[in-house]
């Protein structure tokens, strides 16, 4: 089977990923080289 990994998608009954990227694109988070970078180093903690 398939495994999601990814934020909760409600109208498609979909739930969040525990992996799912909790960085958002904008002004709290910044770009995208920054939330993926944020997010890479998130998932390295992650068990």
């Known amino acids: 089977g398939a495994v999601y990994v990814g934020r909760a998608v409600p109208r498609r009954g979909i739930k969040a990923s525990p992996f799912g ?5 904008g002004e709290v ?19």
């Open 21 to 25: 990227n909790p960085y958002r694109l």
């Open 29 to 47: 988070h910044g770009d995208h080289a920054k939330a993926v970078a944020l997010y890479r180093r998130w998932l390295a903690t992650q068990p």
